[in-house]
């Protein structure tokens, strides 16, 4: 936890209690609600993987934490903001070029922390520091314009660990990008929450899963699971569905086979998620 201990406030759980979220049209002012009775909570170091279709209000429930609401946005319920303070904070979007603004990612960094009045003499560290948990050192000086989307996404979690954001959130950050890119990603981030930050990993990529990571599915603004990857795929009986086919989603075709052998009574727990995990499994029965 040592990257996690230069940057808490306090040690107190993110929580979100029945909130809702009402969108009110400035002109007419038709009130639609985005985010209805939601219940959330996340501690300092937790991987939290939210999922949902779109307008299921994944966005809305990351500008809520993030405190970008926007002011035509009413808040009905209570937000304890714990360890992640009361200003707000800095997430990676699916866009990175929206919030970068050097020309390379060295640059990009530097402005922000001038923009956020870091004093002079601690900008050269957390520069470094920065760039090299981003995993960015290589590529600091070169132009943003020639980096490919994992790098450019990369450089916008660097300015999130600059800013010392307790809470990394990123919100679809890896839709947009190819299998080589995504892997970057999703790697550099995974190595940051084993240092103990916290991270919410907005995705609708089932692949991108661990065994052990909290899934949290929203559907029409509501929360309506949040548990551990088995309990999303498995029925709870035989006449309800899993909250998986709830969605109309395809499980992917490893996990379906890990299904299917579980039906037929071999014990696979941990529920395999990858082919390396299953043929591991396999094995054990020799």
């Not at 949902?52 to 319920?77: D, W, Y």
Request: aromatic share 4%.
């Amino acid at each position: 936890m040592e990257e996690v201990g230069e940057i808490l406030l306090s040690t107190d759980d993110l929580r979100v209690e029945q909130a809702s979220v009402i969108a009110v049209e400035p002109l007419s002012g038709k009130e639609i609600t985005l985010l209805n009775g939601v219940t959330f909570h996340i501690a300092p170091g937790d991987w939290v993987q939210v999922v949902g279709a779109n307008g299921s209000g994944k966005s809305t429930l990351i500008k809520l934490l993030t405190g970008h609401l926007g002011m035509t946005c009413r808040l009905e319920g209570t937000v304890h903001r714990g360890f992640v303070g009361e200003g707000p904070i800095p997430y990676v979007m699916q866009h990175p070029e929206a919030a970068i603004v050097g020309a390379t990612p060295w640059e990009d960094v530097l402005i922000g922390l001038e923009q956020q009045g870091v004093q002079e003499a601690l900008i050269g560290a957390r520069l470094e520091k920065a760039l090299q948990l981003a995993r960015l050192e290589h590529i600091q000086h070169r132009q943003v314009t020639s980096l490919s989307g994992g790098q450019k996404q990369l450089t916008a979690l660097a300015g999130c660990i600059a800013a010392e954001a307790p809470l990394l959130i990123l919100d679809e950050a890896t839709s947009m990008l190819d299998p080589e890119s995504r892997e970057l990603v999703l790697k550099a981030v995974r190595h940051l929450n084993q240092l103990g930050r916290a991270v919410i990993w907005v995705t609708h990529r089932l692949e991108e899963w661990e065994a052990e990571d909290r899934i949290v599915v929203l559907d029409e603004g509501e929360i309506i699971y949040d548990g551990h990857v088995d309990g999303f795929y498995e029925q709870p009986n035989e006449k309800d569905k899993s909250i998986c086919e709830r969605l109309g989603w395809q499980p992917p075709y490893v996990v379906e086979t890990a299904l299917h052998l579980r039906a037929l009574g071999y014990a696979l727990t941990p529920l395999p998620l990858t082919t390396e995990e299953l043929a591991r499994a396999v094995s054990a029965w020799r």
